[in-house]
């Protein structure tokens, strides 16, 4: 099995920055994508950014030039530095891994952190 921790949210000021972070833990071979949804209230959950083992990152439009998703392969880590934050930022963040573990390739989920803006 799998584990995301993730751990940076809290309340920001309109224009603000957080940084998230993510770490996998377990029975891991091999993270190939891991990424950060957000699900505000009363909304759908929808991915904010992916960041693939090789090849180029993945925005949402509505966070392209003021979020930056990186990772730390050795430290099985994700980050998403979010500055320039707005209201309709607002959400819960949660982190996913597309992973191979013993028992597969499996979709794993950490289980979120709350980011408010604080307008």
């Known amino acids: 099995q799998v584990q995301l921790v993730e751990s940076g949210g809290g309340l920001v000021q309109p224009g603000g920055s957080l940084r998230l972070s993510c770490a996998a833990s377990?029975?891991?071979?091999?993270?190939?994508?891991m990424g950060w949804y957000r699900q505000a209230p009363g909304k759908q959950r929808e991915l904010v950014a992916t960041?693939?083992?090789?090849?180029?990152?993945n925005y949402a439009d509505s966070v392209k030039g003021r979020f930056t998703i990186s990772r730390d392969n050795a430290k099985n880590t994700v980050y998403l530095q979010m500055n320039s934050l707005k209201p309709e930022d607002t959400a819960v963040y949660y982190c996913?891994?597309?992973?191979?573990?013993?028992?597969?390739?499996?979709?794993?989920w950490g289980q979120g952190t709350q980011v408010t803006d604080s307008s």
């Open positions: 996913n891994t597309k992973t191979y573990s013993y028992t597969g390739l499996g979709d794993y």
């Open positions: 377990g029975s891991i071979f091999k993270i190939y994508l």
């Open positions: 960041i693939p083992s090789g090849g180029s990152t």
